[in-house]
């Protein structure tokens, strides 16, 4: 008696107001689950549609076109566990009258919620293989040799950490017992998951997006010094250097801005939903502007992983393609008679080598 009084004078209105009002948000919250469903549908078909890209359309492919793809398959695993997670949720509305079988629902719930942190670890990961693979390929050219064996072992390491990392998430999640039905975390490891979280967003949020935001920062400034060396040179092809420098460097820059703008609103996304949820309603029929909150999240959880692969496939194709067109004419610079040069063998000895598989003795040995 005395909670529902104390729930009453929170919400502001009688009982049946409240019932009307509970009603309302659950057609609500099945509309925004429906467009979560739409969403879910859009990613799932835009990481497909990249991964038959990659491996049926381009002839040449970096080592890093192959971490985009495990990125791509990752998220298309994320957005078919967050799809069918979708759908479940919504065929359970239907339970208000009978009771399901909540020993399936948890074992649910466990599966679904730890294949869901599981991949997103596992893309940060990959993020953080794929920006650091860049770094040597810029910092360290003669010294990068991606092997296809060394990518395949990489990629199984990656899924092994995260997989450790994330192998909590199958005892702390259960079923809500009473309708209406959904995934929550369990009362009796409140003391644990109150250390388990913040570590979790420590380690596999924000410090892989400080660690790319360093790198990149690093690479910005390396290339620019680099690129300045040869731009000195008193010769014609020089003047073509400070585009093509600004190009690189914009494309550099708006990579790292944008993917760890992403990464970071996707984690405070994925933690507000995961604070907010155990009291859904309570919390929305209390303070009615979180529903605009919830629809942005729900919305934005779903498109997330899909915008984040079209941007590092996007810009690793013109990232590519302006890297190697300032390398080959920087080469051009290296290659001209002494007299005409200031400083190549620095330019030359720090970022082209030959390789093994080309005619070309200053072909770059690593493409980004």
């Known amino acids: 008696m005395t909670v529902n009084k104390n729930f009453n004078a929170i919400t502001n209105c009688s009982p049946i107001n409240q019932t009307v009002r509970t009603s309302s948000f659950s057609n609500f919250v099945q509309i925004v689950q429906w467009l979560t469903v739409i969403a879910d549908l859009l990613s799932v078909f835009g990481c497909a549609l990249i991964l038959y890209i990659i491996i049926y359309k381009i002839q040449r492919k970096s080592p890093t076109f192959f971490l985009i793809a495990n990125l791509a398959s990752t998220f298309l695993i994320f957005s078919c566990t967050s799809l069918e997670s979708q759908v479940a949720t919504l065929l359970l509305y239907d339970y208000q009258y009978k009771k399901p079988d909540l020993i399936i629902l948890t074992v649910h719930c466990c599966l679904s919620r730890s294949l869901l942190a599981l991949c997103y670890t596992t893309s940060m990961v990959l993020l953080l293989i794929t920006c650091y693979e860049r770094y040597r390929a810029i910092i360290y050219p003669t010294k990068t040799n991606l092997s296809r064996k060394r990518r395949r072992r990489t990629f199984i390491i990656a899924w092994l950490v995260s997989a450790i990392i994330t192998s909590p998430q199958l005892f702390l999640i259960t079923v809500h017992p009473f309708y209406p039905y959904y995934c929550e975390l369990r009362s009796d490891y409140k003391l644990f998951y ?138 051009k610079i290296c290659t001209l008679p002494t007299e005409n040069r200031v400083a190549p063998v620095l330019v030359q000895s720090s970022l082209v080598t030959r390789s093994s598989n080309n005619n070309d003795p200053f072909t770059p040995l690593h493409e980004l």
């Open 194 to 331: 109150s250390f388990y979280y913040p570590f979790l967003a420590i380690t596999c949020y924000f410090i892989p997006d400080l660690i790319l935001i360093c790198c990149y920062v690093r690479l910005i400034v390396r290339l620019n010094s680099i690129v300045q060396v040869v731009g000195s040179l008193s010769i014609p092809p020089a003047g073509q250097y400070e585009k093509r420098k600004r190009q690189v460097i914009k494309m550099l820059t708006a990579t790292t801005l944008a993917s760890t703008l992403l990464s970071v609103l996707w984690a405070i996304v994925l933690f507000l939903l995961g604070y907010c949820e155990g009291n859904v309603y309570m919390t929305f029929n209390s303070f009615p502007h979180f529903v605009v909150f919830y629809t942005m999240a729900q919305l934005f959880y779903g498109m997330t992983p899909l915008a984040n692969v079209i941007l590092w496939f996007h810009y690793n194709d013109e990232l590519n393609h302006q890297m190697n067109q300032l390398f080959q004419s920087m080469v």
